[in-house]
């Protein structure tokens, strides 16, 4: 199995990379998974929308640190995906997660435990803040890959084809 870290700002892409990245593994099993799932399903029940935006954004961002300060709530379920996916033959499992910390320490629990991690950022090239540390600070790492998205989306499927290709090759 091998575990890939995707990161971007809102609305840069990522999730039509992985979109995209599926078509391109034909027939392999490949899993989509964010950080912020659990937060986001708790939220609804406090009347958010999805609609994405700043004040959303900012909320989502607030209660995943509050869970992360509480009992490390984002990294604790990550690691338990990524161990079920492992033993249920996913091979490919796309990690959406915003934060530098985490990123790190997915990484790493990854690389102790004998799986591949890949890290992407997809990058809009827009320079535009949103008014959380998550969303505004996901240039602040040295990733394995960074896709840029400025183009069509023709050029994006064939970047993730790319990714695809040199992710498969990996051991």
Known sequence: MKVLIINGRGMSGKDTFVKYFKENAKGRFVLNYSTIDTIKNIAKLLGYTDKKTVDERKLLHDMKMGWKNLIDGPFNETVERIKECDVNGVDYL????????????????????????????????????????????????????TIMNDGSLDDLNEKSGLIYNIVEALA
């Not at 591949?116 to 997809?122: K, M, S």
């Not at 990058?123 to 240039?139: P, S």
């Open 94 to 145: 796309f990690i959406h997660c915003r934060e530098i910390s985490e990123i790190e320490r997915i990484s790493k629990w990854c690389e102790n435990n004998n799986i591949h991690c890949i890290d992407i950022l997809v990058d809009d090239g827009k320079d535009i803040h949103l008014n959380n540390q998550a969303d505004d600070d996901v240039k602040n790492y040295n990733y394995d890959f």
